[in-house]
């Protein structure tokens, strides 16, 4: 019988080996190339700014080829992280097989590969994200005994010129479908080229936001990834905003994934879904509930929430985004469905999985096992963050509460089953803490708890040094209260983080 995980599978590779791509070896990437007439090789990697970078290569002869897919080839680590010295400054980059790709934008055949650093001495570099996250995820599972998976909720918005014959409703935007959506075509495109590159994408859709300003339309849309190990979800993040900017450019308008592009608009978030596995089973839940593990996980995000956003907020627009009322949350509690708390249980298919026989009475075929898909979601994250360094802190916080002692009643004591923000809920209110409301804040909280991140060396300490210090530099304490009512000022502070990560 065929195998429709690869009969199924877009990526070229996957479809032309007949081999997944977590199996794909040195001599398979040659194979393609060879056989493909793939004429270009590149090197892609995520340095500091979060943003991927490439290196060219020109196929010439079998043992060139050969060689760069066995050796690598050096980079000079200076101009790609602060905190290497111009004096030592030679690393190697060395490709990991299974993320290899066809760029889909490229006249001439190109074939891209997702790199690893390494120093001078052969070993990976401790700093590097991709490499923090990877210590982070095989420390949990070690100790744990789970797997870890994620997925990423990819919001963003798309600018241009305002030619829209059928406008939609200012901030109304939620699912709305094209003619009434200006720019869907490009997310389907988006969601294409994303599969086709490797990525395991869900669904996508347009999102609340939508407005006009002078010639400009504003248009919010969403990208949803199905769950896979973390270091996959960080990588087909990177990849995904990378083609989304490359759409744009073809099409003559912005993408931007800043976290606020003015004042009284939706904001855009990076929401991170989790579950644990054991045994190719999620174990979020037991016996149609949420299971004491999930809690504990939750517990763990609740405890470390303040110092996560030193990842995940990164840029002093941030937290223009994580105010009251804008379905963004500012006090850390978690709770069922509730779009407001920090953490949020997601309607799942507990007791429910019997509702497409009563839509098709005449199908009777086998339900699958519904509580499979059940995560929990982390809110606060935005397109600003360190997405490898903003997943490993998320890992790093889920295995604290699983090792916490008091992880079942810290989840019991922050649990809201309410709308908080209502009236006569304001007792409660008082009682929760809140998130960081600037970069400064979130920096004084990562240095107070830089311990559990740099335990076992997950996170080098140079590496929460150099984070602290960025996010003070921003010197934004009480920004939001100077700029309030400005918007000439809140308008130069969207520009200058328009780009972000």
């Not at 069922?336 to 019997?354: E, H």
Request: hydrophobic share 40%; net charge negative; charged share 25%.
């Amino acid at each position: 019988m065929e195998d429709t995980h690869i009969s199924l599978n877009p990526n070229k590779l996957v479809m032309y080996l007949k081999k997944s791509s977590e199996t794909f070896t040195k001599n398979d990437i040659i194979k393609f190339i060879v056989e493909n007439n793939i004429q270009m090789l590149n090197f892609r990697y995520v340095a500091e700014d979060g943003k991927l970078k490439a290196l060219n290569f020109v196929i010439t002869d079998f043992d060139h080829l050969n060689q760069i897919l066995t050796t690598g080839e050096r980079v000079d680590g200076s101009s790609l992280f602060s905190f290497i010295s111009a004096g030592s400054s030679d690393l190697y980059v060395i490709p990991r097989y299974k993320t290899a790709f066809v760029n889909p934008f490229t006249e001439v055949l190109t074939l891209e590969i997702l790199c690893s650093f390494y120093n001078s001495e052969g070993k990976p570099l401790e700093s590097a994200p991709e490499h923090i996250l990877k210590k982070a995820h095989e420390k949990f599972k070690k100790d744990t005994g789970y797997t870890f998976k994620a997925l990423g909720e990819l919001e963003y918005y798309i600018m241009g010129q305002n030619e829209n014959f059928y406008p939609a409703k200012d901030q109304k935007g939620y699912h709305t479908s094209a003619p009434f959506t200006k720019w869907e075509f490009i997310r389907t495109k988006a969601i294409k080229l994303i599969a086709e590159c490797g990525g395991k994408v869900k669904y996508g859709h347009s999102e609340v936001g939508n407005f006009t300003k002078g010639e400009n339309f504003y248009e919010q849309h969403e990208i949803e990834f199905l769950p896979t190990n973390v270091e996959d979800a960080a990588d087909q993040l990177i990849i995904a905003k990378w083609i989304l900017r490359m759409l744009g450019a073809q099409h003559n308008v912005k993408i931007s994934f800043a976290p606020k592009i003015t004042v009284g608009k939706a904001g855009s978030g990076l929401h991170i879904h989790m579950l644990l596995e054991k045994d190719g089973q999620n174990i979020m839940v037991k016996d149609e509930k949420l299971s004491d593990e999930a809690k504990k996980h939750i517990a763990g995000l609740l405890f470390l929430a303040s110092p996560l956003t030193a990842f995940g907020n990164t840029i002093p627009t941030s937290y223009l985004r994580l105010v009251p009322h804008q379905e963004a949350p500012t006090n850390i509690c978690w709770g069922d469905r509730n779009r407001s708390v920090l953490v949020r249980v997601p309607l799942g298919w507990l007791g429910a999985t019997n509702m497409v026989h009563n839509a098709n009475p005449l199908d009777k075929s086998e339900l699958p096992l519904a509580s499979k898909k059940q995560t929990v979601e982390f809110r606060a994250g935005d397109g600003s963050a360190d997405i490898y360094g903003f997943l490993a802190a998320l890992v790093v916080a889920a295995k604290f509460g699983l090792e916490n002692k008091d992880s079942l009643k810290i989840a019991n004591d922050l649990y809201v089953d309410v709308n908080i923000f209502d009236k006569e809920n304001e007792n409660k209110l008082k009682e929760l803490k809140t998130l960081p409301s600037s970069c400064y804040e979130s920096a004084l909280s990562l240095e107070q708890n830089r311990e559990y991140f740099e335990k076992d060396g997950i996170f080098p300490k140079g590496f929460i040094d150099n984070t602290i210090a960025k996010l003070k530099l921003y010197d934004d304490e009480f920004l939001s209260e100077k700029i309030y009512g400005n918007s000439d000022a809140i308008k130069q502070l969207v520009e200058n983080y328009l780009h972000c990560m």
